[in-house]
């Protein structure tokens, strides 16, 4: 039996109203998705809301270790002069700090600079500067466990010519082993403090998401360290180490129960 032509046009009008309706039903099952600077914003339709912050946990500890740095400044008339004159003003700096019992592995090369140096005074003349030489500054740095010592190895290192002193630097040789008790103290806190945000809000109650971290061993500011001439019977140069912090933070998220 054949069709006629206009129930031919009739059904497939029918099946694109089928499609049609299909595919709104599908979008208005899906959730809303907004963007906002950049960023992704979903509204759940049968979820709570996400409730995101972040907790913090310090930990304060006497330091187990400590850094100095310590270097020599030498000018020579030539580059090659300097740098032979600084190498091996650079010998008996390390050899110091390896008499006071710095191992060879904890002795590092900071930094090294060679420049020219001019005389710029009374050039009103319209001369150039004068050339005076060449100037080369080496730096290393060496850690030590033994922190009741800082002090004679920093006299150690002047006495061995050492013309510039940084630090101590104090800190933790494992921080990771301090933040383990902050941890705990830290996901108990921010339980607490999503339920209470959950009952402000007017929810039942609060399900976690998720958990990052991030933690940040603070290490004390240095020390300035002063170059002076002292006897070989004058006290040592007294360092207080005090203590450090190491800072844990745990970022969350919680979703809004009903």
Request: aromatic letters at 6%; glycine letters at 10%; a neutral charge.
């Amino acid at each position: 039996m054949n069709r006629k032509p206009g129930s031919q046009e009739n059904e497939m009008t029918k099946q694109m109203l089928a499609a049609m309706a299909s595919g709104l039903a599908l979008m208005a099952a899906a959730p809303a998705v907004a963007q906002q600077g950049g960023s992704t914003v979903t509204a759940a339709t049968t979820q709570g809301p996400i409730l995101s912050f972040s907790v913090s946990e310090e930990v304060r500890s006497r330091p187990d270790q400590a850094t100095v740095g310590a270097g020599v400044t030498t000018t020579a008339p030539t580059a090659v002069e300097a740098m032979r004159a600084n190498a091996a003003a650079m010998d008996k700096l390390i050899a110091a700090a390896k008499a006071r019992g710095i191992k060879a592995e904890d002795i590092q090369t900071s930094g090294i600079n060679l420049s020219p140096q001019y005389d710029y005074n009374n050039r009103t003349d319209g001369q150039p500067p004068r050339f005076l030489g060449y100037q080369v500054s080496n730096t290393v740095r060496a850690t030590t466990g033994k922190i009741d010592d800082i002090g004679p190895l920093l006299d150690a290192l002047v006495a061995a010519g050492g013309t510039n002193i940084d630090g101590p630097w104090f800190g933790m040789k494992d921080a990771d082993a301090q933040l383990v008790g902050a941890r705990g103290a830290a996901i108990k806190a921010a339980e607490a403090k999503a339920q209470d945000y959950a009952k402000l809000a007017g929810f039942r109650g609060v399900e976690l998401v998720s958990i990052s971290e991030g933690s940040f061993g603070g290490p004390q500011p240095p020390m300035p360290y002063a170059r002076g001439l002292m006897a070989a019977e004058a006290k040592a140069t007294p360092v207080e180490p005090g203590q450090v912090a190491n800072t844990l933070t745990l970022n969350f998220q919680y979703r809004l129960v009903k």
